[in-house]
């Protein structure tokens, strides 16, 4: 079992964004202030020397020196300091920048270069290379001496499920009733809620307390949505009023780095202990080994027809999610694997080396392992069928996939009943599934019963 990171030159973890938070408060108010002084004794200055006041040992005087034409050696970076050598000349690398200014060497700097907005943690806060990684390896020692690791959690469809007023059924009214009731009676156990200021309903998805709660003592929690920064933070609040679980760590849309993407640049964690839940697999194309897929939670009926779905939703038909066995829960058991496998002291690696994502890959190969499968009439004939995702998706789950039937076989997924391979299956008492199935068993984390995603039987014409 290899459990080891790719890399482990980058096995740095996510630090404590909330304390660091509090160190740029001190930062921008000791900015501020030097700020004021400087205006007040700036035509008293002839020369060509900048004084910075000094604050908790950043700041430092600049000089500014006229190049030269001589060679200078390669460049060296001292990420301690923030510092780079160029042809000898210390120059400052800018690693943390407020407003524009460097709490370094309190130099100005228009240009954004390298550096990486983390505007969720500070406003108009920019970090360079160089912080980024100090953060990730100071905070490393703390995260694994507290046994934790990083957890990312998508927001609509994953915890929640939201819409707009205007779009409720009029199977959905007797919802804002509810509501209503539930503030008469300041109910700590509510799950549906009025965004006033939206003009809308959200509707918190079953065992997301409990979840959220379980999952504290094992990772540290970011929130990541591509919804904007007001609606995020008033999810939040529904879902950590008590801010315990995602202090400083809530990112929109307006956070990342590339358009229509989530990344984990702005995560001050290192890659091999992030593990993601998101209900859209596309918006992490860099980052799908860490995915956990999500079913989507679809309570509303104008969720459900967001997605062309030609079914009734939970709240039309006034059922939900089970809290013992709905999908947080189960996905919690997972999380509880995880976190064990990674942490288990009889795995002979150093746990900095160690990686969440061949954890996850060991527990996925687990699923249907010792099946045998064969598909009938899922695809196109003129295709690959090896390139095909169902294909894909059931070998992760440790399937083994063939071409042809024989004695091996123990599933025929087809979507038909008369099919040669879905009769061979029916006479040689073979398990005759739908390729739900496949999906069910990857959403679930489970292999599921193959009764309840059989094949239907062809009904015999009078």
Not at 2 to 11: K, T
Not at 335 to 357: N, T, W, Y
Request: aromatic share 6%.
């Amino acid at each position: 079992m290899n459990l080891a990171a790719e890399s482990p030159s980058s096995s740095c973890s996510s630090g404590s964004t909330d304390d660091f938070a509090a160190f740029l408060e001190n930062e921008i108010e000791a900015q501020i202030e030097e700020e004021e002084i400087e205006e007040e004794h700036i035509e008293e200055e002839d020369d060509d020397e900048i004084e910075i006041a000094e604050h908790s040992n950043k700041r430092r005087k600049v000089m500014d020196d006229e190049s030269t034409d001589e060679e200078s050696p390669l460049n060296t970076v001292d990420l301690a300091n923030g510092q780079i050598s160029n042809g000898g000349n210390v120059v400052c690398a800018h690693p943390i920048i407020i407003r524009n200014l460097c709490s370094h060497c309190g130099e100005f700097v228009e240009e954004a270069g390298s550096s990486v907005a983390f505007n969720y943690i500070h406003k108009d806060l920019r970090l360079g290379a160089s912080e980024i990684e100090k953060l990730r390896k100071e905070d490393l020692k703390h995260l694994l001496k507290d046994k934790k690791l990083i957890l990312v959690l998508d927001l609509d469809h994953t915890l929640i499920n939201s819409s707009r007023m205007i779009d409720i059924i009029p199977d959905e009214q007797y919802l804002i009733k509810q509501v209503e009731e539930g503030k008469e009676t300041d109910d700590p156990n509510q799950t549906l809620f009025q965004l006033g200021r939206y003009h809308m309903l959200t509707k918190l998805r079953p065992f997301v307390r409990t979840f959220l709660k379980e999952a504290k003592n094992m990772f540290e929690m970011y929130i990541y949505t591509m919804g904007e920064r007001a609606y995020a933070m008033e999810i939040a609040k529904l879902l950590d009023p008590g801010d315990v679980y995602f202090p400083s760590k809530v990112i929109c849309q307006s956070d990342c780095t590339t358009r229509n993407q989530k990344g984990l640049d702005v995560v001050l964690g290192a890659d091999n202990l992030v593990i993601i839940l998101d209900d859209t697999e596309h918006v992490w194309q860099k980052h799908k080994e860490n995915l956990i897929l999500m079913e989507r939670y679809h309570y509303f009926a104008s969720s459900l027809r967001q997605f062309s779905a030609g079914i009734k939703s939970l709240s039309e038909t006034k059922k939900d999610e089970r809290e013992s066995d709905g999908i947080l829960a189960t996905i919690l058991s997972v999380l509880k694997r995880a976190h064990e496998m990674f942490f288990d002291p009889k795995i002979g690696i150093d746990l900095s080396s160690r990686d969440v994502r061949q954890i996850l890959k060991l527990i996925r190969q687990d699923i249907l392992e010792g099946c045998n499968i064969v598909f009938s009439r899922v695809f196109p004939s003129d295709v690959q069928a090896k390139e095909q995702p169902i294909w894909k998706l059931a070998e992760q789950l440790g399937a083994t996939c063939l071409g042809d039937v024989d004695d091996s076989v123990t599933h025929v997924v087809a979507v038909v009943p008369n099919t040669q391979k879905a009769e061979w299956a029916r006479d040689n008492n073979k398990f005759l599934v739908t390729p739900r199935w496949i999906e069910a068993a990857n959403y679930l984390w489970q292999r599921q019963k193959e009764e309840d995603f059989a094949v239907p039987k062809k009904v015999d014409k009078c």
